[in-house]
């Protein structure tokens, strides 16, 4: 009977020391899989700000602007004014 009782109760403590790690893994995936979502809303958020750029790209005002900053181009009879520096 002593030896049942003793079985028992180490069947006992290996049960609640493994539910105790258990429970540190289940935490720590939770708090890893809450950083990876946001993770994942950030680069949706950044996949959004580059498709919005992409169709800005695409228009006239666009191409304007990259046209008289970059190559100084402007259109005939234009005149352009300039600080001083």
Do not use: C
């Amino acid at each position: 009977m002593l030896l049942v009782i003793t079985v028992v109760l180490m069947m006992m403590t290996v049960v609640a020391v493994k539910s105790i790690e258990l429970r540190e893994k289940r935490t720590a995936y939770q708090s890893r899989e809450e950083a990876l979502m946001q993770e994942i809303e950030a680069e949706e958020a950044r996949s959004e700000e580059i498709a919005e750029y992409e169709k800005y790209t695409q228009t006239k005002k666009y191409v304007e602007e990259v046209a008289k900053e970059k190559l100084g181009l402007v259109y005939e009879g234009e005149i352009i004014f300039k600080d001083e520096n």
